[in-house]
């Protein structure tokens, strides 16, 4: 299951948005402090929200506040009614997943690291490892459900992307170059969190020859992202391969003057020597990268005959749609389940 990492919805509408998941019976029956809610008479344990609340906020720097830990385990709350009404629904379509696709995706998810390292990130995410399997199963089930029902249904026409580029042309129109980036970086300091996961570097004779063989492997072939997974230390971009996302020009002067002048020799497809990263003020070396171009977009009106436009188009017409038609789809089943958040209506009867 994923769930939002980010607490931004106030008290009050995380409240009123949990009471409105409920099914139209209003007079809730009581339950046990240990069932948060039922669906469909399934139950939903105090304790699943309460692990899962514990996994979000681990390694935060600042407690929340009552309201706001009252907020983010009510939106917990709401995401595990979803999923229960999905997988309902994936059992009566045949969708559930399978003991192989788990296997299988729990077997990409782990291979950046090894099995030490992986059962620390579980430990610091306090998941056992049948729990992520279980958040496994639950994914690929709701993707498989979501796939089949709205997915598969959407249709966008060639007349759909003509129509929004003559009425978006001028977004079109880039003002300056942007660049598509990923990076591979070591650090040359110990885990700010005290933990040695085996494969951190944790000073700079360490960042340096482990960065030098990302380079050496790279020289030799090996696939740029599939490294970022295995040796880069920026846990926000190692996943997907390193990649860092599009950047203006002007974003680009704005980064230390040793990387922006490796990348504008680059041209798309390759990969900047090994740069040092340090304090200016200091002089100290904090770390080492390696960046790779991946397209370049020169500045000029893009044509909808370029390719890229009509994907981005195609993509950005699909994934409007598919969000709306989600949005009214998890209503739909919400509406046909028999929905009682206890926790909720707890919440709000000790607001009165």
């Known amino acids: 299951m994923t769930l939002n990492p980010v607490l931004k919805k106030t008290f009050v509408l995380a409240v009123m948005l949990a009471l409105l998941g409920c099914a139209a019976s209003c007079a809730l029956k009581p339950a046990g402090e240990d069932v948060a809610a039922t669906v469909d008479g399934r139950k939903i344990y105090r304790a699943d929200v309460e692990k899962y609340f514990q996994?979000?906020?681990?390694?935060?720097?600042?407690?929340?506040?009552?309201?706001?830990?009252?907020?983010?385990?009510?939106?917990?709350?709401?995401?595990?009614?979803?999923?229960?009404?999905?997988?309902?629904?994936?059992?009566?379509?045949?969708?559930?997943?399978?003991?192989?696709?788990?296997?299988?995706?729990?077997?990409?998810?782990?291979?950046?690291?090894?099995?030490?390292?992986?059962?620390?990130?579980?430990?610091?995410?306090?998941?056992?490892?049948?729990?992520?399997?279980?958040?496994?199963?639950?994914?690929?089930?709701?993707?498989?459900?979501?796939?089949?029902?709205?997915?598969?249904?959407?249709?966008?026409?060639?007349?759909?992307?003509?129509?929004?580029?003559?009425?978006?042309?001028?977004?079109?129109?880039?003002?300056?170059?942007?660049?598509?980036?990923?990076?591979?970086?070591?650090?040359?300091?110990?885990?700010?969190?005290?933990?040695?996961?085996?494969?951190?570097?944790?000073?700079?004779?360490?960042?340096?020859?482990?960065?030098?063989?990302?380079?050496?492997?790279?020289?030799?072939?090996?696939?740029?992202?599939?490294?970022?997974?295995?040796?880069?230390e920026d846990s926000a971009t190692a996943a997907n391969g390193g990649d860092v996302g599009i950047a203006p020009e002007s974003a680009l002067k704005q980064t230390d003057a040793a990387t922006r002048e490796s990348v504008i020799k680059l041209k798309p497809g390759q990969y900047t020597p090994i740069v040092t990263l340090g304090n200016p003020a200091t002089k100290q070396v904090t770390g080492f990268q390696i960046v790779k171009l991946i397209a370049l977009e020169p500045a000029g009106q893009r044509e909808l005959s370029d390719p890229r436009v009509e994907q981005e188009i195609r993509s950005q017409l699909q994934d409007h749609r598919e969000q709306l038609l989600k949005a009214a789809y998890y209503e739909v089943m919400r509406d046909q389940a028999k929905i009682e958040n206890y926790y909720a209506q707890r919440v709000l009867d000790t607001t009165r």
């Open 55 to 232: 996994n979000q906020t681990a390694g935060a720097t600042q407690a929340l506040s009552d309201e706001q830990a009252t907020s983010l385990r009510l939106s917990i709350l709401r995401e595990l009614v979803e999923n229960e009404i999905l997988m309902h629904r994936a059992e009566k379509l045949g969708l559930l997943a399978t003991d192989e696709e788990v296997d299988r995706k729990l077997s990409e998810i782990k291979s950046p690291w090894s099995a030490e390292q992986f059962q620390q990130r579980l430990q610091e995410r306090k998941l056992s490892l049948d729990d992520f399997k279980r958040d496994i199963r639950r994914t690929l089930t709701a993707d498989k459900v979501l796939h089949k029902e709205i997915t598969s249904k959407i249709n966008v026409s060639q007349q759909d992307i003509a129509a929004y580029y003559n009425q978006h042309r001028a977004e079109f129109n880039l003002i300056e170059p942007r660049y598509h980036l990923a990076h591979i970086l070591v650090t040359a300091s110990p885990d700010a969190r005290g933990h040695d996961s085996g494969g951190k570097a944790r000073n700079e004779a360490e960042a340096r020859k482990k960065i030098q063989t990302v380079l050496t492997r790279l020289e030799a072939g090996e696939d740029f992202a599939s490294l970022a997974m295995t040796y880069s």
